[in-house]
């Protein structure tokens, strides 16, 4: 830079582009990684816990549906999800939450669940 009486007068810049396209490229595969749950919609679907006994369907409608062992049906209601946070409201008023690990796993309600791929 130049000055003159404390103000600039002339400014000199320098690109590197190859310096700019590994940063770009890497903010896009950054964000890529950091994409929520909410984002994603990868919540939809079958949620089971490890023995099998609770089978947690998220319906695209924001309502979800859980069986029990042998109980179809034993707990529906509504949910929300915000980022990887999920609330539940029942249809009873009960309430739960939870927080998505990862696009594989659910922790709620003192359970781990995995998501059933088809």
Not at 39 to 45: I, R, V
Not at 53 to 82: C, F, M, W
Request: hydrophobic share 30%; proline share 1%.
């Amino acid at each position: 830079m130049e000055f003159k009486n404390g103000k600039i007068t002339k400014g000199f810049a320098f690109l590197d582009t190859y310096e700019l396209t590994v940063l770009m490229k890497a903010k896009k595969t950054s964000k890529a990684m950091k994409n929520t749950m909410e984002e994603t919609q990868g919540y939809l679907g079958m949620w089971v816990t490890e023995d099998g006994y609770i089978r947690h369907e998220l319906l695209p409608n924001n309502r979800y549906d859980e069986d029990r062992g042998k109980r179809e049906s034993a707990y529906q209601g509504r949910y929300k999800v915000t980022g990887n946070h999920i609330e539940y409201i029942d249809d009873t008023g009960f309430t739960a939450d939870g927080d998505f690990v990862d696009e594989k796993t659910l922790h709620h309600g003192g359970y781990i669940f995995h998501k059933k791929l088809e």
